[in-house]
């Protein structure tokens, strides 16, 4: 993934953001959203293109394009800075490979422990019984 080229390739829009803000934040647009079409990229390889695609597909538009905002502060520059960053985050973290599983098995101290729990709280249940009259 060639970051610097990836950059170049998104696409900025400012925005009205909204909340809270008095008279100035009817004239600002602080508000920053950055559209990244995956699919015409040209920074990322097929095989990433793909696994990004697959891990990120609730975040897509239909036209593969992932859209996200940033209106933090109120700076319009520290909200794109902060945008990219968010985008590069996701981008690496969707081209993260989990490591496989390895099975396991329960140990014998944690089966004694388990059954000993279970005993303990079957006798506390047992005595919330009405008392029987041996």
């Known amino acids: 993934m060639d970051k610097e080229l990836l950059i170049q390739e ?3 829009k400012a925005v009205r953001s909204s909340g809270a803000g008095g008279q100035h934040v009817n004239k600002v647009s602080s508000k920053v959203a950055v559209y990244f079409n995956i ?4 920074s990322l390889t097929d095989q990433e293109k793909s ?17 996200l905002w940033s209106e933090e502060t109120r700076s319009q520059h520290k909200n794109k800075e902060r945008v990219i960053e968010k985008l590069l985050e996701m981008l690496e973290a969707g081209l993260r490979k ?8 329960p140990t014998r101290a944690s089966k004694e422990k388990r059954l000993r729990q279970k005993k303990q709280l079957a006798q506390k249940k047992a005595y919330r019984g009405k008392p029987s009259m041996d």
């Not at 699919?39 to 040209?42: A, D, E, L, Y």
């Not at 695609?53 to 239909?62: A, C, I, N, Q, V």
């Not at 989990?98 to 098995?105: D, E, I, L, V």
């Open 51 to 67: 696994l990004i695609l697959k891990k990120l597909s609730h975040k897509l538009t239909k036209e593969k394009v992932l859209v």
């Open 10 to 12: 998104l696409k900025f």
């Open 39 to 42: 699919g015409k990229s040209n």
């Open 98 to 105: 989990p490591k496989p599983r390895r099975k396991t098995r």
